[in-house]
């Protein structure tokens, strides 16, 4: 079983920068694509960036140029930099691990964006 541990949420100003991390438990991590989604209240869960087993990266439209999502296989971690933060940035941003069928949650960390 599979274990992701988020951090690095909090409350930050517009324009402000935070990064997020998780870290997932097993041996299965370098061979699995990652994800960052939130998911603000009364709206559907996004995706906001991946990171596949070989890096590419891909990303939601409304973050582009702002979020930056890297691994570090070593340490069975992945980071959202997430900078310029705006007030619709707000949510709760979760980790998914996905190999082939197998899909895995963190338990989410809030991060809200607010004067």
């Known amino acids: 079983q599979v274990q992701l541990v988020e951090s690095g949420g909090g409350l930050v100003q517009p324009g402000g920068s935070l990064r997020l991390s998780c870290e997932a438990s097993?041996?299965?991590?370098?061979?699995?694509?990652m994800g960052w989604y939130r998911q603000a209240p009364g709206k559907q869960r996004e995706l906001v960036a991946s990171?596949?087993?070989?890096?590419?990266?891909n990303y939601a439209d409304s973050v582009k140029g702002r979020f930056t999502i890297s691994r570090d296989n070593a340490k069975n971690t992945v980071y959202l930099q997430m900078n310029s933060l705006k007030p619709e940035d707000t949510a709760v941003y979760y980790c998914?691990?996905?190999?082939?069928?197998?899909?895995?949650w963190g338990q989410g960390t809030q991060v809200t964006v607010s004067s």
């Open positions: 998914n691990l996905r190999l082939r069928r197998a899909d895995y």
């Open positions: 097993g041996s299965i991590f370098s061979f699995s694509r």
């Open positions: 990171i596949t087993s070989d890096s590419s990266t």
